[in-house]
């Protein structure tokens, strides 16, 4: 086992060079580092919240309101089906969470039921042939339907999960570099974002519901009898643009956002003023296509979060799919917007629960408490290592440092982010590494002392030692695994460094203190050991 072979001799200068590569962007300045060839690495560490500053917000989902929209929803559903049965209906509306209709005619109660049935709500996940409403009758001829409470609880899930990803894309498209986002509790965000100081500009971005819609402007209502309350059954009153202060639209939505595959700011080549520019997917450009061409001459409003953005008059079919959105914007305005666009849509709106920002100033600190307590730390280990060893201890030492190296090199390679804890982690696996040598040179020098000879008390102490150090560092790994999986923030710095190190611990270790002693055995054929 005590050998100078050829393949540990590359995997050992490969993986010194990879640390010494990798690790070296860290300690340079960024325009040296803008400056080196192009074949050399020059990714860096990020640096995690504590270490960087940056902004912390926590955000909770609002679930009421949510629900408050699917049962707006379920009412324009029944509205619109009773219509396309010819049944006529009244006192359609939400009443104690639920949505109850009056059937006017008490013959037509039976088909109104069964057809509901039919064709609202959506299937149930996880339930054969069951739906997310329940539709039944009531006294004096009304119809209930209601979300089941399994419904509502997927509901509610599922908004989370989207709520997540849009925030993540939102934040993605801002070129802030690994932001922590993720889901604390049942229905709230946090979200973690390294370096960005301004947590007002992240607000304004995650903040917005932006949801996109385009609606047709209902030209034969009376925008002032709506404002005082009497808007026509299936319209709704929105606040308007520069040019009526409120709009009255058709509640039920020509396009969706959903349906946009693009957005971007640009200017119109006509005034010069800032546009953001759309594109639909196929869906969407065929919806969007069929009804300009049979409104031609009537306005659509383009609403985004209940607001009118515009309402342009349709002077012709809009076919191609793409067009612009005018809304007296400025640059940065027109760039918010697009971004939102392309992010999505959030399912429900979110509010801030928590909001903190962490000064570059204590990240400096944290830094520099940090590198001094790696130092010292690095410093006690190798002085114990050599003042207990001797040559066998420099051997260890000079293992350590290349360990150092190589957890280095592999998160400045993946640009990982590092974190107080993550130091923290890197401290405890140089320990661990050192125990693994402490491990062997003990073995070794019991084999010594049974009478073996150096040769033999080399290769029985690294063969049986092995066995021990193989269990610890896999028990360590499967620590380091869950907490990587189950944990949240400094956990998981802490859990990604301790993993890392784990593997090239054991490498180090083993393979390159074994290159050593096999090179410095070849070299002086000692008789004795250093360490007996």
Do not use: C
Request: proline share 5%; glycine share 10%.
């Amino acid at each position: 086992m005590i050998s100078v072979s050829r393949w540990r001799i590359i995997a050992v200068a490969l993986a010194t060079i990879f640390g010494i590569l990798f690790t070296l962007p860290n300690l340079l300045p960024a325009n040296v580092r803008d400056g080196l060839p192009g074949f050399l690495p020059k990714k860096t560490l990020n640096l995690g919240l504590d270490l960087q500053g940056g902004s912390y917000l926590l955000y909770e989902v609002d679930i009421p309101a949510l629900r408050a929209e699917k049962l707006t929803n379920l009412v324009e559903d029944v509205r619109t089906n009773l219509r396309d049965k010819n049944i006529e209906f009244t006192g359609l509306g939400v009443v104690n969470g639920e949505v109850q209709v009056r059937i006017n005619d008490a013959t037509q109660v039976s088909d109104a039921a069964k057809a509901l049935r039919q064709t609202v709500g959506a299937p149930l996940a996880g339930v054969a042939g069951g739906r997310d409403v329940n539709v039944s009758t009531a006294d004096d001829q009304r119809i209930r339907i209601q979300f089941v409470p399994q419904a509502f609880d997927a509901e509610s899930a599922k908004a989370v999960d989207q709520s997540i990803e849009v925030v993540r894309r939102r934040i993605d498209q801002l070129g802030t570099k690994e932001p922590d986002i993720r889901r604390q509790g049942a229905d709230r965000i946090m979200i973690a974002a390294p370096g960005e100081s301004d947590p007002q500009k992240l607000q304004d971005i995650i903040g917005k519901t932006a949801k996109l819609t385009f609606q047709m402007v209902d030209e034969n209502a009376d925008p002032v009898a709506a404002q005082q309350g009497r808007v026509p059954p299936g319209d709704m009153l929105v606040p308007g643009d520069k040019i009526a202060p409120f709009y009255v639209v058709k509640r039920r939505a020509l396009v969706t956002g959903e349906m946009l595959t693009d957005a971007q700011a640009s200017f119109d080549s006509q005034t010069g003023q800032p546009v953001v520019s759309f594109r639909f997917n196929g869906q969407g450009a065929q919806k969007f296509g069929l009804a300009t061409s049979q409104n031609v001459g009537k306005r659509f409003a383009i609403i985004l979060d209940n607001k009118t953005v515009s309402a342009p008059v349709i002077n012709g079919p809009i076919t191609g799919g793409s067009g612009q959105i005018t809304g007296n914007f400025t640059v940065e305005g027109a760039n918010q917007f697009a971004v939102l666009l392309r992010a999505g849509a959030l399912p429900a709106p979110l509010k801030v629960i928590e909001q903190r920002t962490v000064g570059a100033e204590l990240g400096a600190d944290a830094i520099r408490a940090g590198t001094i307590s790696l130092a010292l730390g690095a410093g006690a280990i190798i002085i114990f290592i050599i003042l207990a060893y001797g040559l066998f201890g420099i051997f260890a030492a000079v293992a350590l440092i290349v360990n150092v190296l190589m957890i280095l090199g592999i998160m400045s390679g993946f640009q990982a982010t590092m974190t107080l804890p993550g130091i923290a982690g890197l401290i405890l696996t140089l320990a661990v590494a050192v125990d693994a040598n402490v491990l062997i040179y003990e073995r070794v020098r019991d084999e010594a002392h049974a009478g073996r000879t150096p040769i033999m008390a080399l290769e029985h102490g690294y063969s049986r030692a092995l066995v021990s150090i193989l269990d610890a560092n896999i028990t360590s790994a499967i620590s380091a695994v869950i907490m990587l999986y189950f944990g949240a923030g400094p956990i998981r710095g802490f859990a990604l460094t301790l993993l890392i190190g784990v593997i090239t611990s054991v490498f180090t270790a083993v393979v390159i203190t074994q290159l050593l002693i096999g090179w410095w055995f070849r070299a002086t054929k000692p008789k004795t050991l250093p360490i007996e």
